[in-house]
């Protein structure tokens, strides 16, 4: 065969006539001419295939060898490859492997991976044959690479499709998570297999992206955050309150509260940690003072009982501008409390209802405003009284008072009104407050408003209120009871472990003879505090640009194992798989 000279472009010189493989369907054998064919010197020259699409399957599917191509060109064709062969043809393969065990399958089925994979050597222009070792990595981890490629795109086809069913459609969705990482696992397990000749080194290499990446991303979003949407919707409240929220309050990580909860109570940040929640409850206070109409920083009895002298002066003043005109409307409210509540209550109460509708009917038509107000009083508290244990009497009650309310604000004008409205509910706002300081706790008694007693008083004042969210104080009561509190109960073990350590000879002992032990048992928690609770350090650990969760992590090994499966069942690199048919 050595005399033999090369046959021009388009022609093979083969050993016999045999070797010539039937063309596929809608393609025809054109003969060669036989002045080259004798020119040549050859046995036999082996005709061209051409089809509908000239050259689609040239020369069963080895049109123009490309060698020595380079690293990009290798990336792209093995890229090609297992999106075209592997991933297209690799379906028609396996059916056709299983009609073969029953003899119907065919030596190279229609549309398979060898098809497929003469389609994308066309689309190339060519076929790349990687030569040297970098050549062959880079063609193996362009491959293993289209692989992911083409499974993530059959995925989101699956996750779009309409009446697949919920299983199909989380399938889908779980092939497409997180498609760059899965690009650049599968790309790189691919690689090492082949530069390794060890599928299982491959495998270590995919499952490395993704760790490494999460590394980064732990780097850029080292917190996860844990608040559920009504605990984030209340660390809102607190935050337009303007009461500051620290990085663990704002994630919810267990992790910063428990580092919190020690930094309390060590040297040096002990005492910033103290001064940093000695902000939050004077803010807190000052926001929950303002719904009552008082700028003040705590709740003190000289704080409340100024406020309550404000507020009866302007009731006093409203009370002089007003006159209660009664109407009709007056009088079919009135007669429906009676009808609804007075077969509901005992003959008591019932009595106690009938005196308050009769005294209000012996005014003559009118009520001063002094009387309207007092009146209006009596009825409040007496509701609030009676509301855990009669329900229905509380509610006859706050149905009289509500109807003295509109037939009031029908004798107002609108602005006479508008202030009406405006001091009651301060005064309201007021009382609950006043309740939720008498208290002998030590938060009370500096003047603090406890968070979960304001909530607890609320509770009292109104439950079903309360359980519905309705109120001035309801949302920054629940906020404080969420984020406010000491989050990791103190035992007192850290100071015990420092001073017995300090008493004994341990790292506080040392402290006092060893410059090195003392700078780091006082400048670590310094240091901490500093980190984690400085404007920049708080930033880092709140921000939350990238997004993460255990069933993402869960769905990209999935991912990345089956495509590493895929890509070992399709062959290997380096054998048979790479060069195709002969």
């Known amino acids: 065969m050595s005399g033999i000279p090369q046959p021009p472009p388009g022609f093979v010189v083969v050993d016999s006539p045999q070797q010539i493989p039937p063309p596929p369907p809608g393609f025809e054998i054109i003969p060669p001419n036989a002045g080259d064919a004798a020119a040549m010197g050859a046995a036999d020259v082996r005709p061209e295939v051409r089809g509908g699409i000239r050259d689609l399957i040239l020369n069963d599917g080895k049109a123009k060898p490309q060698e020595g191509a380079g690293v990009i060109a290798n990336v792209g064709a093995g890229a090609s490859r297992g999106i075209y062969g592997d991933i297209l043809g690799g379906p028609v393969d396996l059916v056709n492997a299983g009609l073969k065990q029953v003899g119907l399958g065919s030596e190279r089925p229609f549309g398979g991976s060898e098809d497929m994979r003469a389609v994308s050597d066309w689309i190339a222009g060519g ?27 059959g995925g989101h086809i699956l996750a779009q499709a309409n009446n697949v069913g919920q299983l199909a459609q989380g399938a889908g969705r779980a092939m497409t998570t997180q498609p760059l990482t899965q690009l650049a696992s599968a790309a790189t397990g691919g690689a090492v297999s082949e530069a390794t000749d060890n599928p299982w080194l491959g495998l270590l ?10 590394g980064v ?6 917190v996860t955050n844990q608040l559920n949407p009504e605990q984030m919707r209340l660390a809102q409240v607190l935050q337009h309150e303007g009461v500051p929220l620290n990085a663990a309050q704002q994630t919810g990580s267990k992790g910063l509260k428990t580092l919190d909860s020690v930094l309390d109570n060590l040297p040096i940040s002990g005492g910033r940690n103290a001064a940093e929640k000695a902000a939050q409850r004077t803010a807190f206070n000052r926001a929950v003072m303002r719904q009552a109409g008082e700028n003040a920083d705590t709740a003190t009895p000289d704080v409340i009982n100024r406020a309550y002298g404000r507020l009866g002066g302007e009731f006093d003043n409203l009370a002089r501008q007003t006159t209660v005109q009664f109407d009709q409307r007056l009088a079919t409210d009135l007669t429906n409390v009676a009808q609804r509540y007075g077969r509901l209550l005992p003959s008591q109460q019932r009595g106690v209802v009938q005196n308050v509708l009769d005294d209000i009917a012996q005014t003559g038509g009118t009520m001063t405003g002094q009387q309207y107000q007092r009146i209006r009083s009596d009825l409040s508290r007496a509701a609030s009284s009676a509301a855990k244990n009669d329900p229905y009497y509380a509610e006859a009650l706050r149905g009289i008072r509500n109807a003295l309310d509109d037939v009031a604000g029908r004798s107002m004008g609108p602005q006479t009104r508008a202030e009406w409205d405006e001091v009651r509910r301060q005064y309201g706002n007021l009382k609950t407050i006043g309740k ?3 208290s002998t706790g030590e938060l009370a008694r500096g003047g603090d408003i406890p968070p979960k007693m304001l909530a607890n008083a609320l509770k009292q004042n109104n439950p079903t209120g309360y359980t519905r969210g309705r109120g001035d104080l309801n949302d920054i009561a629940r906020a404080g009871a969420e984020f406010l509190g000491d989050p990791i109960p103190n035992s007192g073990t850290a100071q015990r472990m420092f001073w017995q350590g300090a008493l004994t000879g341990g790292a506080g002992g040392m402290a006092a003879f060893d410059p090195v032990a003392a700078a780091t048992m006082f400048g670590a928690p310094a240091l901490a505090q500093a980190l984690t609770h400085s404007p920049a350090g708080q930033a880092w650990l709140t921000n939350q640009i990238i ?9 990209l090994i999935a991912a990345i194992l089956a495509n590493r499966g895929l890509d070992s069942v399709s062959g290997p690199i380096g054998g048979q798989a790479l060069q195709g048919p002969r």
């Open 547 to 555: 997004q993460r969760g255990p069933q993402q992590t869960q769905q």
């Open 217 to 222: 991303q732990r780097v850029i979003t080292p």
């Open 205 to 214: 290499a995919a499952l490395a992206v993704p760790a490494g990446v999460a």
């Open 127 to 153: 076929r790349v044959e990687p030569v040297t070792e970098g050549e062959r990595i880079a063609y193996a981890g362009g491959r293993a690479g289209g692989q992911a490629l083409g499974t993530m795109a």
């Open 436 to 438: 939720s300081v008498e």
